[in-house]
Structure formats: structure tokens, C-alpha cells
């Protein structure tokens, strides 16, 4: 990977609704947009939310049905080993990286022994100690979530994650709003730039905004990371559609992200560009005449003008030529070289 290029997740998350035949469709949406990495999550229901739990306010609201259980919402979601490996198998034929994040220490054992070559610390995870130092203790790059978190939360995490053996290059702090959409007024994408000022570490930015322009923007402030929920049909019912991305805009934003990356990597000087210096005598003026003048005429204000092209004498040399004696008879809106002047 270059060095400016920047890491694109496709998060596919729970969208499959339960269904690996959907859940081939979105690697398949994933690839047709050109990203990096497909991510999937992998959780058992009974590890990770209570019986008793109740959905938060967004999942009740995106999913519509009457049962308010976060348990069972989740059971419906998860993956099997055997979905685990097609959809790894699955990836690898078409040509994209898969991902997948855990939410619990045996999520992690698991993925790690399915080959995963970076982990992500979910937002709800970043309290975490065991789940921190399990991670960490695997010694590979690590992506950080920070919804919900504080400045202090966030150096806590990192400071679990380098006491367990990550360095602090192998760490990518994205960060995040944990409201699924997120409206735009508390995007506050600038604490992306404190973040990194903070701790010294790699930046992105994991998106749950409606639209494609903010991880656009995170893009020209410096993120390396950029993380996207997606969906084939965000009229799907599940927790997550409302807030994802359909193909063809995933596509989009990937396409617009490539762009940014260009036109980022610029040297940072002011100097004409090699595709604008052809263009300098089409769009500049000249100093050419007003008027037909006659050898020996002298030049003023009155009968010179600005004109392109600007291949002739800089119209920033005007006080030099005023003054100056015509060295032989030229037209009106002839253009003037020093030679013409005696």
C-alpha cells in the first residue's frame, strides 16, 4: 500500500441479517466499490449483552418490530464458523480483504486463528481491560473506535494497548459518533485532529453520518483510516441499514477518497503545476498597443493595453515601458517585445 493511500473499510457489520447468501452480496457491493477491506462482526449473543439488556433507542427504532430485547436482536445476527470461513473463502476469490471485528476475548482468539492481520477495538469496547490486553498481546496493528469516549478514556486504552506489546506506529485512533445516523452538528470532526496532536498516532475516521461527504472531508484533514457502514437496501429492516451506505454510493465515496488522496500529495509549494504551465501565455496579458502608432511615437498610459496572450512583455513591467520610444511603426493590438522598443 503507498504511502498516501488511505485504508478503506467497508463495514458490512450485522447487514446481512442473518442471511450468508446477503452476506455474499455485500462482498460483492464491497469489491464493485474498489475498498480495502470487507468487515463482518463476530459475536455469540450470550457473551457479550444480558438476557436482560433492552436495544438501544436507534436499534428499536431502524428495526420497528414490538420485541425490545438486545439479546435477541443479536442472536438473529450472528455468524457460524462454517459462515466465517465461505465468506473468508468467499473474499479471497474476489479479490478483497476480510475483516471482521470480535466483541469479547474469545472473539479475538477465534479471528486471530482465522488468519486476521489487524484487530479493531469496537467504541463500546475502548473500557475494556482484558479485551484491550487480549488484543494487544496478539502484537499486530490495531484500529481504535472512540465513540463516547473521552480524551482520557481514549489515553487509557492506548496506554493498556502499549503496555501489552503494541507500539504506538501500530496503533490507528478513528475518531467516531456512536448515534446511528449521527447528525452532522455533533460530527465535531476537528477532535479527529486533537486526537492525533494528543498521542502521536495515526488518525481516521469511522462514519455513521448520513451521505458520503464527511469521511470525504476526514480524507482531506489527514485520516488514514476510513470506515463506512453499508447496505444493499437501506429499507431493509436491522439495527444498522438506516445509517449505511447502498452500493453505488459506497462506490462513490471510495472514488471521491481516491481523488482527495491525489490531491493531497502534493509537494506543498506554490509553483505552477505541470499540467497549468502551457496554460500561463493563454491566460496572462501582455502589454500590447491601444492605437496604430509610428517609429519614434512614445508609449503612455493612453495607448498601451493589458491583452492576452501574455507571451509578450508582462503587463508587470508597465511603469518600465511607459516612456519608451516605438522602434518602428506597429498596428493597433499588436503585441509589444522589448525589441519593438528603441
Known amino acids: 500500500m503507498s504511502k498516501n493511500k488511505v485504508l478503506i473499510i467497508a463495514e458490512a457489520g450485522v447487514n446481512h441479517n442473518g442471511d450468508i447468501q446477503k452476506a455474499f452480496q ?16 463476530t459475536f455469540k449473543a450470550e457473551t457479550i449483552v444480558s438476557p436482560k439488556a433492552k436495544k438501544a433507542d436507534y436499534q428499536a427504532k431502524n428495526i420497528g418490530d414490538t420485541d425490545d430485547s438486545q439479546f435477541n436482536m443479536l442472536k438473529k445476527l450472528e455468524l457460524s464458523d462454517s459462515d466465517h470461513h465461505e465468506l473468508i473463502k468467499y473474499a479471497d476469490q474476489k479479490g478483497v480483504a476480510f475483516f471482521s471485528t470480535a466483541f469479547d476475548v474469545e472473539g479475538i482468539k477465534y479471528l486471530n486463528q482465522l488468519g486476521l492481520d ?41 496506554h ?17 459518533n456512536t448515534e446511528y445516523p449521527t447528525p452532522m452538528e455533533d460530527v465535531n470532526l476537528k477532535a479527529m485532529k486533537t ?42 429492516p436491522g439495527p444498522d441499514h438506516k445509517a449505511s451506505l447502498e452500493p453505488q454510493e459506497l462506490k462513490a465515496m471510495v472514488q471521491a477518497i481516491r481523488n482527495i488522496e491525489l490531491a493531497i500529495a502534493g509537494n506543498g509549494r506554490k509553483e505552477p503545476s505541470k499540467s497549468e504551465v502551457k496554460n500561463k501565455e493563454i491566460a496572462r496579458k501582455s502589454i500590447h498597443l491601444s492605437k496604430t502608432l509610428q517609429q519614434g511615437d512614445i508609449l503612455t498610459e493612453d495607448n498601451i493595453i493589458a491583452l492576452r496572450p501574455g507571451d509578450g512583455i508582462s503587463a508587470m513591467e508597465w511603469e518600465r515601458v511607459i516612456g519608451r520610444a516605438i522602434a518602428h511603426d506597429k498596428e493597433a493590438f499588436d503585441k509589444l517585445n522589448w525589441s519593438d522598443l528603441s
Do not use: W
Open 26 to 41: 455485500l462482498i460483492d457491493a464491497a469489491v464493485e466499490a474498489g475498498v480495502d477491506y470487507v468487515k463482518f462482526q
Open 118 to 158: 489487524r484487530f479493531k477495538v469496537p467504541s463500546g469496547e475502548i473500557t475494556n481491560y482484558p479485551y484491550l490486553r487480549a488484543i494487544a498481546q496478539l502484537g499486530k496493528p490495531v484500529i481504535l473506535s472512540t465513540g463516547m469516549a473521552t480524551l482520557g478514556e481514549i489515553e487509557d486504552a492506548i
Open 160 to 176: 493498556v494497548l502499549r503496555t501489552f506489546g503494541i507500539k504506538r506506529k501500530g496503533i490507528t485512533v478513528l475518531h467516531c
Open 195 to 236: 486526537i492525533g496532536r494528543a498521542f502521536g498516532v495515526a488518525i481516521g475516521y469511522s462514519d455513521h453520518t448520513l451521505g458520503i461527504e464527511v469521511p470525504i472531508a476526514a480524507t482531506a484533514l489527514g485520516a488514514t483510516v476510513i470506515e463506512k457502514h453499508f447496505t444493499l437496501d437501506r429499507n431493509l
